[in-house]
């Protein structure tokens, strides 16, 4: 018994080695900076904002490209006279209401493919006829079946964000560990209850994939389909200030309209869908 506590010459327990490896090191005032996304995001932003004065000064030509001091203006003096928010507010209701009916028709058809083998038949060949179609394509038919009216552009937006989120999350609820699944039928889940205890949560990151692609293709389809006809439908929104000064060749304000569109872009990709991601997939540890 004694020999289990006898001394080993042959093992080196010097812990007070000045060789000792260094387990931790003090992290730089630029290394701790350097680590923050959103320092490193802003400082690309401010890269470009660089060039693009750059470029507008080396040009000299606001009429062609203005610079971007000369955009920031235009943009304070649409945001101070109220012209662009205005028209971000019909843009984002009409988007709200289309990207909803999206996502709600996504749900149902992701459900039933998940039901039945023939669900997945259909998503499966409705997915392969229309993705494809870019959806300002059916701008024409809208036109003529709602009119110029909201209902038109409302149209178009579903049909932009309808396939993106059905596609991945089809590809998430599939991706499903099979022992997840005999986990909830154990339990004796239901369908309904199977998809939204066990398969949405294990699918979720696949699931705000498509919510991300399907917002980046609705909130460009609107843009675009406000420039062929917002006024005419009533709604006026940032896509048609962005027609409507390109027409007045006010130039400066065509810039501070897509201004509002990528700051509006930014807004959503990094705070809104990021809170989310943080909250969700990373907190539950499937993403890094």
């Not at 327990?13 to 900076?33: L, M, T």
């Not at 802003?42 to 040009?59: N, Q, S, T």
């Not at 399907?214 to 460009?220: D, E, K, N, P, T």
Request: hydrophobic letters at 55%.
């Amino acid at each position: 018994m004694t020999d289990l506590f006898t001394f080993r010459p042959e093992i080196i327990n010097d812990v007070n080695s000045g060789n000792a490896p260094i387990v931790a090191k003090s992290v730089s005032a630029f290394e701790r900076v350097y680590r923050l996304g959103f320092l490193r995001k802003a400082f690309i932003l401010l890269i470009l904002a660089l060039m693009w004065e750059i470029y507008g000064r080396w040009l000299a030509n606001p009429l062609l490209f203005p610079t971007f001091g000369q955009t920031v203006e235009a943009f304070v003096s649409n945001i101070v006279n109220g012209v662009i928010p205005d028209r971000m507010i019909v843009s984002l209701r009409t988007l709200i209401v289309g990207y909803g009916i999206g996502i709600v028709l996504a749900s149902l058809l992701t459900t039933l493919a998940i039901g039945s083998r023939l669900g997945a038949d259909l998503l499966e060949t409705l997915t392969s006829m229309f993705n494809p179609l870019p959806a300002i394509a059916l701008l024409p038919l809208a036109l003529i079946w709602f009119g110029l009216g909201s209902g038109s552009v409302i149209f178009v937006l579903v049909h932009s964000v309808l396939w993106a989120i059905a596609l991945n999350t089809h590809a998430g609820f599939r991706s499903v560990s099979p022992t997840l699944k005999m986990v909830g039928q154990n339990y004796h889940l239901k369908r309904l209850t199977l998809v939204r205890l066990i398969l949405i949560p294990a699918a979720f990151p696949a699931i705000l994939t498509g919510l991300k692609v399907g917002w980046a293709f609705a909130w460009r389809t609107l843009i675009a389909a406000e420039l062929v006809f917002g006024v005419s439908s009533g709604s006026g929104g940032l896509g048609w200030f962005i027609y409507e000064n390109r027409n007045q060749l006010e130039t400066a304000n065509v810039f501070a309209g897509l201004f509002t569109v990528i700051l509006i872009g930014l807004f959503v990709e990094n705070i809104i869908f990021a809170a989310i991601e943080r909250k969700t997939v990373r907190r539950w540890g499937m993403q890094h």
